[in-house]
């Protein structure tokens, strides 16, 4: 299967500080997306970005597909932006290959 | 919210039990999945159904049996689970396999 490794697996930021979030994956890849699991359990999706740039409010990612890896970027970090961050990725197959995701803490 | 529901939200369930975790989706979507999520591990893939069928089958234990009557239910039956199995257990689903995949609320399932 593919690998998928975070960084870092911790975090801790001050409100309103930025940070940038990455992920690196060890084979080609059809599908990417990032989410954010809040403290309740569920997945929320950010982004689905095989490839490129996109921009959603404070939130931005970045995947350069060729060198295998993606950025996930929080600007102006709030207390709700807490939780963790998952990447995901697919490749030729039909499963989805979870990284062991950034855990975010932001205090006000 | 994400168009995709799993009920319950909790359970606690003992080893004899037999129980089963309900998803519904109403996004249109043709593949549906299930993963397991324990503490400290990466989220496991457990099952993926396309168009109804079984696709995917993760060397998954038998105590668990995925059901797919259509392609906005899927179901997760328990049976004679033990205290490992204890986790949150994800539903989701997407238009096609590996296609943009949106996930329930999941269940927060205990076993003692």
């Known amino acids: 299967g593919i690998q998928v490794e975070q960084s870092p697996p911790d975090l801790i930021l001050q409100e309103g500080a930025n940070s940038t979030l990455r992920c690196n994956f060890s084979?080609?890849?059809?599908?990417l997306q990032w989410f954010h699991q809040n403290p309740w359990g569920q997945l929320i999706n950010l982004f689905y970005?095989?490839?490129g740039t996109k921009q959603n409010g404070r939130l931005s990612a970045t995947t350069v597909a060729t060198e295998r890896y993606s950025l996930l970027y929080i600007s102006s970090s709030q207390t709700t932006d807490s939780g963790v961050y998952f990447c995901?990725?697919?490749?030729?197959?039909?499963?989805?290959?979870f990284g062991t995701g950034t855990s975010l803490t932001v205090i006000p | 919210e994400t168009g995709v529901t799993q009920t319950p939200r909790h359970l606690v369930m003992g080893m004899t039990n037999k129980k089963s975790l309900k998803c519904e989706q109403h996004?249109?979507?043709?593949?549906m999945y299930w993963y397991k999520q324990s503490a400290k591990k990466p989220l496991e893939l457990m099952f993926v159904?396309?168009?109804?069928?079984?696709?995917e089958n993760n060397s998954v234990p038998s105590r668990f049996s995925p059901e797919c009557p259509n392609s906005s239910h899927l179901f997760l039956h328990l049976h004679t689970l033990q205290p490992e199995d204890s986790a949150l257990y994800l539903c989701?689903?997407?238009?096609?396999?590996?296609?943009?995949?949106?996930f329930g609320q999941g269940t927060r399932l205990t076993v003692v």
């Open positions: 989701a689903s997407s238009f096609s396999m590996n296609t943009e995949a949106f």
């Open positions: 084979d080609s890849v059809n599908n």
């Open positions: 970005i095989p490839s």
């Open positions: 995901a990725v697919v490749g030729t197959g039909n499963q989805f290959y």
């Open positions: 996004l249109g979507h043709n593949a």
């Open positions: 159904y396309s168009l109804e069928e079984r696709v």
